[in-house]
């Protein structure tokens, strides 16, 4: 039985597969992305869509696109706009690649949350 918070719970636990620490780690990149837009995954727009895996799974593809294209935009279109531009750009495009990583679909793919910690470790 799949026991879990809606929104929040890794792609293969549907599957059936052997679940491993890797589901912690989606979960992780999800509360990342919450932090960022001060918004819950409940209350991300669908855009037409009511299933919420769908919308993360379109907003983890445009910011992974906009990473790699190097658009600012970015930034300034999903960061928390209660936050009135008091943050530091590039400790939110960090987190960002963190999210998007740690969202990755195929559970491989994910970093492990040693390496996360690390790399935020390393960060200063």
């Known amino acids: 039985k799949i026991r879990g918070t809606r929104g929040y719970n890794a792609p ?8 491993t620490e890797k ?6 990149g999800v509360v990342l992305l919450e932090l960022v837009m001060g918004l819950r995954m409940s209350e991300l727009p669908a855009n037409g869509s009511a299933d919420e895996g769908a919308a ?5 593809w445009t910011v992974t696109e906009k990473i790699k294209t190097g658009d600012q935009t970015l ?29 990755e679909k195929e559970r491989n ?6 390496h996360v910690v690390q790399k935020f470790l390393s960060y200063e």
């Open 56 to 60: 993360l799974r379109q907003l983890v």
């Open 75 to 103: 930034i300034d279109g999903i960061v928390d706009p209660r936050l009135n531009g008091n943050f530091v750009r590039s400790e939110v495009l960090l987190v960002l690649e963190f999210a998007v990583l740690c969202l």
């Open 23 to 28: 589901v912690d780690v989606y979960s992780y």
């Open 12 to 19: 293969e636990l549907v599957s059936g597969v052997t679940i």
């Open 109 to 114: 793919q994910r970093p492990n949350m040693n």
